[in-house]
T-cell receptor
Framework: EAQVTQNPRYLITVTGKKLTVTCSQNMNHEYMSWYRQDPGLGLRQIYYSMNVEVTDKGDVPEGYKVSRKEKRNFPLILESPSPNQTSLYFC????????????FGPGTRLTVT | QQPVQSPQAVILREGEDAVINCSSSKALYSVHWYRQKHGEAPVFLMILLKGGEQKGHEKISASFNEKKQQSSLYLTASQLSYSGTYFCGTEILKGGSEKLVFGKGTKLTVNP
């Protein structure tokens, strides 16, 4: 089954404790992206990757890192999480950035205390 | 540079029609529409490219007016299953590359 998987689905952590949210897709998609969703603000892009080893900042990249060492994986790293990073995070993949349907993962709800 | 969606929320009775608008101040290459049900991930509905085309998906259709930099989503004879938040994503040129930027969403509630 074609899908985007994220782990963990739920995470409660403390300020400053490094964490990684994994994202994997099995559709051989070139493009992958991370979004955060906050009430009333819609989906805001954090980082995206056009292909392996190619990543770029989205609209809200501060406090996040990503890497794309393999085509299927695109982990999101929070080196020193802060409470303002409490949010719902979605990973998405697509054949390409433009003119292409994005497939979203199930989401990761992160709480930073 | 998020696109502006209107209305922010709409409540319908089953069988009624609705229109959701998406406007951008930037030149658009394409407009994407997604629906997100409560507690779930967004799901793709359709993409509209430059050229003012209109596309359909079940009883949901959309148009793209390139001149007005606006897209509209039409929901006809709404069903309970149409409830959710609808997001438009506009593809714009930013920093020398094309980027997809989503609006804040329109919450649609369909009641029996």
């Amino acid at each position: 089954e074609a899908q985007v998987t994220q782990n963990p689905r739920y995470l409660i952590t403390v300020t400053g404790k490094k964490l990684t949210v994994t994202c994997s897709q099995n559709m051989n998609h070139e493009y992958m992206s991370w979004y955060r969703q906050d009430p009333g603000l819609g989906l805001r892009q954090i980082y995206y990757s056009m292909n392996v080893e190619v990543t770029d900042k989205g609209d809200v990249p501060e406090g996040y890192k990503v890497s794309r060492k393999e085509k299927r994986n695109f982990p999101l790293i929070l080196e020193s999480p802060s409470p303002n990073q409490t949010s719902l995070y979605f990973c998405a993949s697509a054949l390409s950035q433009g003119f292409s349907e994005q497939y979203f993962g199930p989401g990761t709800r992160l709480t930073v205390t | 540079q998020q696109p502006v969606q209107s209305p922010q929320a709409v409540i319908l009775r089953e069988g009624e029609d609705a229109v959701i608008n998406c406007s951008s101040s930037k030149a658009l290459y394409s407009v994407h529409w997604y629906r997100q049900k409560h507690g779930e991930a967004p799901v793709f509905l359709m993409i509209l490219l430059k050229g003012g085309e209109q596309k359909g998906h079940e009883k949901i259709s959309a148009s793209f007016n390139e001149k007005k930099q606006q897209s509209s989503l039409y929901l006809t004879a709404s069903q309970l299953s149409y409830s959710g938040t609808y997001f438009c994503g506009t593809e714009i040129l930013k920093g020398g590359s094309e980027k997809l930027v989503f609006g804040k969403g329109t919450k649609l509630t369909v009641n029996p």
